[in-house]
């Protein structure tokens, strides 16, 4: 039987698969394609907590490509993190930052650690070590680093004034995904969703004659899930179901989205909001027009994959539609905007506070929004265009867009 954790034991050999197909589609040389397999640097650092116990923890930090500028992406704390899904993961953000036209490369960093057993100073001396180890492969112009699984902006808060402390340069540049109070930006709790919304207005406002009253389904109602829906409602869109891990409501009529953030704060979830109560199964299988996997990996797999009846599935998660399920998806002509275009509003906001920290500008809410609804139209232009020449689906030709770009620069810097 097909699981989703299965399929994420395997993220890196799955990532190396579909470089080759994608090499193969575009007739690149071979070699081309085996440098791009191999991450530039590999990290690894030994954290340790000393007390009455020494507390010794691994960690890494993949750079997979620095073609396009400094390699950027998340850090994640996780008990299970390993080293190839690291690498993956870095993958992955070389593809992203390269579909939506962003100055960056491609990384990601992972410490294998539970955080749920970390007191919050061992928690600021966990990522202080990280840095502290690593300072001298980070910082602005070199690998940007950002908040991912179970990191947030007080610990980039801390990782900035480690990496600022050990190298006396106030470089505010070095960590994205910073408070406010730190030269982070505004829109960081929503610029995702932004981004998920603003795609899936322009694919229906392109071939489906608007997203006015287009019946939309949210898998996961967290900070993805919330705000895709908040945006799709405020353009018109009709919320009709919403789900968190505790299972679904839905209303035909829409639900209102302010009132069911409102239940979900309160209560903690979204089950016993006044309406249709459903199972998560039953929402990805609604006879919507759009579905929004927001919650996370492999939800849509080989198992539903025929039973799903919307039109188009924006990917808000990672990775939340199985290799398995995308095939069968395709085959039945549902229309899928893959994460790596879907889910990047976010990295442009990181983009966004990068670039305002490097000339130390007080860059405005309204400003950035644009930034982020002009990257996302620019990179769906450019896919939709590839998906006529190719003959192909969103995902390939988000990724011919993205390994293009990479290799044209890396060829012009040799
Ligand atoms: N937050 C971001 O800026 C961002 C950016 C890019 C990608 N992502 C991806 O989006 C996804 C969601 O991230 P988030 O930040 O919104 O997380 P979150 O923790 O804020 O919310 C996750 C939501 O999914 C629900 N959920 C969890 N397991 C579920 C299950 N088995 N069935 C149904 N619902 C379930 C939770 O109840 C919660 O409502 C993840 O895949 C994440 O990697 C997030």
Redesign the pocket.
């Known amino acids: 039987m097909e699981t989703a954790s299965l399929e994420r034991t395997n993220l890196y050999d799955q990532q190396l698969k579909i470089l080759r197909r994608i090499g193969e589609i575009m007739g690149l040389d071979g070699d081309i394609v085996e440098s791009l397999s191999i991450p530039e640097r590999v990290i690894q650092v030994k954290v340790q907590l000393k007390g009455d116990t020494i507390k010794t923890f691994i960690g890494w930090r993949s750079q997979h490509n620095s073609a396009l500028g400094p390699y950027k992406g998340g850090i994640r704390f996780h008990p299970q993190v390993t080293k190839e899904e690291v690498i993956a993961l870095s993958m992955i953000m070389t593809w992203k930052n390269s579909i939506m036209g962003l100055p960056f490369g491609g990384g990601k960093g992972g410490l294998r650690i539970d955080p749920s057993v970390l007191t919050l100073p061992e928690t600021e001396r966990v990522i202080r070590e990280y840095v502290a180890q690593m300072y001298k492969y980070m910082g602005g112009d070199f690998d940007v680093p950002a908040p991912d699984?179970n990191t947030d902006g007080q610990i980039m808060a801390w990782a900035v004034d480690e990496y600022i402390r050990l190298t006396g340069k106030n470089d505010f540049s070095s960590f994205t995904g910073k408070p406010t109070e730190l030269n982070g930006i505004s829109t960081r709790s929503f610029?995702?969703g932004l981004g998920v919304a603003e795609v899936t207005k322009i694919y229906a406002e392109k071939f489906m004659g608007g997203i006015e009253g287009k019946r939309i389904a949210i898998?996961?109602?967290?900070?993805?899930?919330y705000n895709s829906a908040k945006f799709l409602q405020e353009m018109g869109g009709k919320v009709v179901a919403i789900?968190?891990?505790?299972g679904g409501i839905l209303d035909w009529n829409g639900l209102d989205v302010g009132k069911v953030k409102e239940f979900s704060d309160r209560y903690k979830?979204v089950k016993d909001f006044p309406a249709k109560q459903i199972s998560?199964e039953e929402l990805l299988t609604l006879d919507v027009d759009i579905l929004i996997p927001?919650?996370?990996?492999g939800?849509i797999n080989a198992m539903n994959a025929h039973s799903v009846k919307a039109k188009l599935i924006v990917e808000?998660?990672?990775?939340?539609i199985s290799v398995k399920a995308d095939e069968i998806l395709k085959k039945r002509g549902v229309i899928i905007i893959p994460?790596i275009i879907a889910?990047a509003g976010?990295v442009i906001g990181s983009y966004v506070e990068w670039a305002n920290n490097k000339i130390g500008g007080i860059i405005e809410e309204e400003e950035v929004k644009r930034i982020i609804r002009n990257k996302m139209r620019e990179a769906m232009g450019r896919v939709m265009k590839t998906t006529e020449k190719y003959e192909s689906d969103y995902r390939t030709a988000a990724m011919i867009n993205a390994v293009d770009r990479v290799v044209k620069s890396a060829k012009l810097r040799m």
């Not at 927001?294 to 990996?297: G, K, T, V």
């Not at 808000?316 to 939340?320: E, I, L, V, W």
């Open positions: 699984l610029s995702t898998h996961g109602f967290g900070n993805v899930g789900s968190d891990v505790n979830t998560n927001a919650s996370i990996e939800v808000g998660a990672n990775g939340p994460d889910n976010g």
